[in-house]
């Protein structure tokens, strides 16, 4: 599976961005899809999980302000971005979670101005 995460940019603090994560095969029976995040030196983080079944998760920073939803017929999942802050600068890469292992995207990066 190859996944193409886009939709960063600059942005103000405030402000919004929609992360879009296209596989290059149906997502459909994916295990989970998931946001994670690397900032610059530091670990990189998971921020938002959708199971199979719809199911969210998400890391305690995200909660409240991001919104991960997928789209099984366009093979695409997305991150909704609202209320950025300086901290949430970083990149973003997608990951596709199967029974046997997992895929990840090229990541795309998101800069938030104070």
């Known amino acids: 599976v190859q996944l193409q995460a886009s939709g960063g940019g600059l942005v103000q603090a405030g402000g919004s961005l929609r992360l879009s994560c296209t596989a290059s095969e149906s997502i459909f029976s994916i295990n989970a899809m998931q946001w994670h995040r690397q900032a610059p030196g530091k670990q990189r983080e998971l921020v938002a999980t959708i199971g199979r079944t719809g199911s969210t998760f998400y890391a305690d920073s995200a909660k409240g302000r991001f919104t991960i939803s997928r789209d099984n017929a366009n093979k695409t999942v997305y991150l909704q971005l609202n209320s950025l802050k300086p901290e949430d600068t970083g990149v973003y890469y997608c990951?596709?979670?199967?029974?046997?292992?997992?895929?990840w995207g090229q990541g795309t990066q998101v800069t938030v101005s104070s």
């Open positions: 990951r596709a979670v199967l029974i046997s292992r997992d895929y």
